[in-house]
């Protein structure tokens, strides 16, 4: 099982963003400002915060979004399996025309932008969850100032400042990880909503 | 070469009265009353008899104009009935050579070294030239598009072939459809790059009403205007043509009470020069979009012309087929290029 999830993941991981790049007509962005563009702006915000945070989460920021993280992964299950067959009918119709075809084929590339692009956004939030947890069970370990810390040159406490060291590290990724994903997260809402808003109405009006 | 063969661009699309998307296949269907299961080879036939059929129909003469289009079949006349029109239904074209003119004036027809060899020509007596055509009719679309070549401003059946389209392609429960020039975005770019303004001309032809003592009035529309503003500074690129268009389209042309605005004349064009490959291009303002479009002039893309400096028709040909495949269709057809992910 942990082979297929692997497996599962990798794909998830890879077509996801692929389909952050490319439109409905299935035309791929290659410009480095789509490939790394949004990476580096959020780089440089999650830094920013580490940076502001000092000492980590507080206990009511991992309340609310867990709170927040788990209606979310809530929602947007129903909203994958509403558009398993919503968004993408196939066209049975005898008549058909460049104008069905291009509808058709259009449908078929956003339902599936729509489903790997969402259950992306559930995974990070899921992965979000289980770092949140990690301050929630780990308190002290997890809301260390990590500039009160500095190196210094003893032998004598090689294991203690070694787990230090690990300890440090640790609380650097949890933050980055959760900033970086909740900023991830909050994008890929905005996309999934106002996406979804334009393309039923669009369908509306081919109506 | 005297003249200056050119290509030019048109697209047209269907416009249904109850403003359904219409293909062409339900317009043939509908017009020619053909049955539904009728397949795409059987229509594109069809359109083409009819297509045939009506170049010695009404539609191929305009009064206004004085100029026909027509098919002359008689191969000891015709120096290039080989290139007639012919259609690919896979491809939904049809393409050849078609024969136009002007008539409706009185002239002798006479050999140049001998004129006491001559004829009258009568006022229903056409001259007739050659031009090649290639026109899209795509049976699973609305939008269909065609390619011309014309010789000069005046050896051109630009203006008779876009109404004879328009007149052709209409039907009860259709509205007339439009031909617009339009030009592939590969060929503005292509012209474009590094280019500098020569000079920009306006251009109308007079229609004159006004009642006059002199007389002059009366002859106007013998006359074209041309106004030509030629920059000192060779160096203002083709991204300010605009500026120079919106500076210069205000100036008006004033006769007494009647004036006119240089901006609404006719046809604006303008002329750039690449200093790199130290060619010449001209472009013509398209109304319809607002921008200009470059004009494609066959110098430089055709290696071989006729005797009367018109282009060769086989290599013509190709040239179109191969415009058409890789400039043309994916312009009117984006949908074409759209995949499933």
Same mark, same amino acid.
């Given at each position: 099982m942990s082979q297929e999830l692997n497996k599962y993941l990798r794909i998830l991981i890879k077509e996801s963003s692929r389909f952050e790049r490319t439109d409905i007509n299935n035309k791929v962005n290659e410009s480095f400002r789509a490939k790394y563009g949004l990476k580096l702006v959020f780089l440089i915000i999650t830094l920013a915060l580490i940076f502001l945070l000092k000492s980590g989460f507080s206990n009511e920021f991992i309340s609310f979004v867990s709170s927040v993280l788990s209606i979310l992964v809530g929602l947007f299950i129903t909203a994958l399996i509403f558009s398993f067959d919503k968004f993408y009918?196939?066209?049975?119709?005898?008549?058909?025309?460049?104008?069905?075809?291009?509808? @058709? &084929? /259009?449908?078929?590339?956003?339902?599936?932008?729509?489903?790997?692009? &969402?259950?992306?956004? *559930?995974? !990070?939030s899921i992965v979000t969850l289980v770092a949140l947890i990690l301050s929630t069970l780990f308190k002290e370990s997890f809301d260390l100032n990590l500039f009160e810390y500095t190196f210094i040159d003893?032998?004598?406490?090689?294991?203690?400042?070694?787990?230090t060291g690990i300890i440090l590290?640790?609380?650097?990724?949890?933050?980055? *990880? !959760? *900033?970086?994903?909740?900023?991830?997260?909050?994008?890929?809402?905005?996309?999934?909503?106002?996406?979804?808003? /334009?393309?039923?109405t669009t369908k509306i009006d081919r109506m | 070469m005297a003249l200056n063969p050119k290509l030019e661009f048109f697209r047209f699309t269907l416009k249904p009265k109850d403003k359904n998307f219409k293909t062409f296949k339900e317009f043939a269907i509908t017009k020619f009353e053909l049955d539904k299961s009728s397949s795409d080879a059987e229509i594109m036939k069809k359109y083409f008899s009819y297509f045939i059929e009506s170049l010695d129909g009404d539609y191929s003469k305009d009064e206004n104009q004085k100029k026909q289009i027509t098919l002359i079949k008689n191969e000891e006349v015709n120096k290039y009935l080989q290139y007639q029109p012919k259609f690919k239904s896979d491809a939904n074209v049809i393409h050849g !050579? *078609?024969?136009?003119?002007?008539?409706?004036?009185?002239?002798?027809?006479?050999?140049?070294? @001998?004129?006491?060899?001559? &004829?009258?020509?009568?006022? @229903?007596?056409?001259?007739?030239?050659?031009?090649?055509?290639?026109?899209?009719?795509?049976?699973?679309?609305?939008?269909?598009?065609? =390619?011309?070549?014309?010789?000069?401003?005046?050896?051109?059946?630009?203006?008779?072939?876009?109404?004879?389209?328009?007149k052709v392609f209409g039907h009860d429960g259709f509205y007339k459809t439009e031909a617009e020039l339009f030009s592939p975005i590969s060929f503005q770019d292509e012209f474009k790059k590094g280019s500098h303004l020569q000079n920009m001309s306006f251009k109308k032809s007079f229609v004159d009403n006004i009642p006059n003592t002199n007389g002059i009035s009366n002859k106007l529309d013998e006359y074209d205007i041309i106004v030509k503003v030629v920059p000192k500074n060779k160096g203002i690129s083709i991204s300010q043509i605009n /500026? !120079?268009?919106?500076?210069?389209?205000?100036?008006?042309?004033?006769?007494?009470?009647?004036? @006119?605005? =240089?901006?609404?004349f006719d046809e604006t064009k303008f002329e750039v020069r690449n200093p790199i490959n130290k060619s010449n291009k001209t472009f013509e303002w398209n109304k319809k979009d607002n921008e200009f479009s470059p004009v494609v002039y066959l110098e430089g893309r055709i290696d071989n012309f006729n005797l009367d400096g018109t282009p060769d028709f086989k290599e013509l040909e190709e040239l179109c087929q191969n415009l058409f495949n890789d400039e043309v269709l994916p312009e009117l057809r984006p949908d074409l290029n759209v995949t499933r992910a």
């Open positions: 009918e196939p066209n049975k119709s005898e008549e058909t025309n460049s104008r069905i075809k291009l509808w @058709d &084929t /259009q449908a078929y590339n956003y339902a599936k932008k729509f489903a790997y692009i &969402t259950s992306k956004t *559930i995974v !990070v003893e032998k004598d406490d090689l294991f203690e400042s070694i787990l590290v640790s609380n650097f990724i949890q933050r980055f *990880i !959760v *900033i970086y994903f909740l900023l991830r997260i909050m994008y890929n809402t905005l996309f999934i909503v106002t996406s979804m808003v /334009q393309y039923m | !050579v *078609i024969n136009g003119g002007s008539y409706g004036r009185e002239r002798i027809l006479t050999n140049k070294n @001998d004129t006491n060899e001559c &004829t009258e020509m009568s006022l @229903d007596d056409s001259v007739l030239q050659y031009y090649y055509f290639l026109l899209y009719l795509p049976l699973d679309h609305n939008e269909g598009g065609f =390619i011309l070549h014309s010789n000069s401003g005046s050896e051109s059946i630009t203006k008779i072939f876009r109404r004879f389209i328009s /500026q !120079v268009r919106n500076l210069f389209s205000k100036f008006i042309l004033s006769r007494g009470n009647q004036t @006119d605005i =240089i901006g609404d």
